[in-house]
């Protein structure tokens, strides 16, 4: 049963035709070549497929791409503005935030999706907003370092 | 492979949707645990009916008595963010603050949740414990099953095909009761080795137990009420030895299995130790003068 329908992906109005069955992070990377989002486990535990949609942090491994219709969706690709870096973007290269890289997505969007509904957030609730995405590369100091460096103004 | 995909406006129509289709459908409310399952291949729906439009199945609704309506599709999220929720069941909502993670909160629904009856979910004991009745809807009409016979075994519950979950009932906690959630696990995001459920209401300054109760998840093939471990405290003072004798009666009541995160063993003595601890924030914030659920 293919459907056609449209996303709207980082204020954009995507038309895409799909099944029933596909997942939002299938539809976004081979549909659509939004290949930020990555499956990095397939047991919706990583988080390398995170993305904000309706303004929530959610693992677009576990939506519908049909129940993401009608909705705001931002991925990674979505963040910078005419060629300029958002905040969390520059910091996370100032910060040293990454090392392969195959985590930074979904940890940018996880701190974006923290920053935009409060912006002041302690260091506690950072990491606590970012339970559920996994890195195994830097040991998340430096993550961590970046997101509060935006929260504080200094990026 | 899923053949189509559904989004019902009514409970009716959803029931409709089940019964034209049988054994090949399943409901999705926020997927979290669904599309895991079938990714895994665990089950195989060909019809896919989406309950994310469904009005009655959301809201939470407070009657003049304090007795609590939360909606099935209520997300782990929207229950612990709740005012009402708050004011009313901070015990339902501590155990909705800890599910998997932050993404898995904002989609994940307190009904899924207890449908799905996975072993270390979160939700069921807070509610075993808030004496929370579950209300579903079939195609003979609505019934309310209380929780403590609504988990039947693991990933089982005693809801019929072709019903779906409309709502949870929780009466009002009795004025004065605090409740205490504690979750025992390694990492965020992974279910509980052992969960812990308390609600207790002292007298003051006499610290004598008047409510009790406990919920237990993780240790047996469902999540259970420890009611020999509340008999034993109900009317005691609250003091190191009851609470240490509650604990160990507790262990009794408890079947769990082995597995990689903790064996049997160490999962009865956990349920000991976390039962302990809980009591005791619970006795303590209890005991606070002027201190409210």
Redesign the interface.
């Known amino acids: ?1 293919k459907r056609p329908i449209h996303l709207k992906i980082n204020a954009q109005e995507l038309e895409v035709v799909v ?3 596909d ?1 939002l992070l299938d539809v976004l990377r081979e549909k659509l070549f939004l290949t930020g989002a990555r499956r990095g486990c ?4 990583c ?1 390398a497929c ?1 993305v904000i949609m309706g303004g ?4 677009s ?4 791409a ?2 993401a219709v009608g909705q705001e969706i931002s991925t990674i690709e979505g963040l910078e503005t005419d060629g300029k870096l958002h905040p969390l973007q520059e910091a996370f290269i100032r910060y040293g935030a990454f090392q392969c890289g195959y985590c930074t997505p979904g940890m940018i969007l ?1 701190g974006k ?1 923290l920053l935009d509904e409060s912006p002041r957030p302690t260091e506690e609730e950072i990491k ?5 995405n996994l890195c195994r590369c830097t040991g998340y100091q430096k993550i961590i370092q970046a997101i509060l460096a935006v929260a504080e103004g200094k990026v | ?5 559904f989004e019902p406006t009514t409970v009716s129509e959803t029931v409709s949707l089940l019964a034209k289709y049988g054994d090949d459908a399943s409901v ?1 409310a926020g ?2 645990s669904l ?2 399952m ?3 291949r665990l089950v195989s729906p060909k019809y ?1 009916i ?1 309950l ?1 439009k469904v009005g009655e199945l959301n809201g939470v609704q407070e009657d003049a008595s304090g007795n609590l309506s939360i909606g099935a599709a209520t997300t782990h ?1 929207d229950a612990f963010t709740s005012p009402v929720l708050r004011r009313g069941v901070p015990l339902l909502c501590q155990a909705a603050s800890k599910v ?5 909160r ?2 994940g629904t307190i009904g899924g949740n207890i449908c799905h009856n996975e072993l270390g979910a979160d939700p069921p004991q807070a509610l075993l414990a808030l004496n929370a009745k579950a209300v579903c809807v079939g195609a003979t009409g609505e019934r309310t099953i209380p929780l403590e016979k609504f988990f039947t075994g693991y990933f089982e519950t005693a809801m019929n095909p072709g019903e779906v979950l409309k709502m949870i009932e929780i009466p009002s906690p009795p004025p004065g009761t605090v409740g205490v959630y504690l979750k025992h696990a390694l990492r ?2 992974d279910l509980a080795i052992v969960g812990v459920a308390v609600l207790l209401g002292l007298e003051t300054p006499s610290k004598k137990c008047r409510e009790i109760r406990i919920g237990l998840g993780g240790v047996a093939s469902v999540p259970l009420r420890a009611y020999k471990a509340e008999q034993l405290l109900q009317g005691s003072v609250i003091g190191a030895d009851v609470v240490n004798e509650a604990a160990y009666v507790a262990m009794s009541e408890v079947d769990p299995v082995s597995d990689t995160h903790g064996s049997a063993d160490y999962r009865r003595k956990m349920v000991g130790v976390f039962l302990k601890r809980a009591i005791r924030q619970a006795a303590d914030a209890a005991s606070k003068p002027g201190s409210d659920v």
């Open positions: 049963m099944e029933a069955g997942l397939d047991t919706s535990h988080g995170t929530k942090l959610v693992h491994c576990l939506v519908l049909l129940s996880a999706a606590r907003s970012l339970d559920g | 492979m899923v053949i189509d995909y999705i997927g979290q599309l895991v079938m990714r895994q896919l989406s994310k999220r998997g993670s932050t993404a898995i904002n989609l965020a995001g």
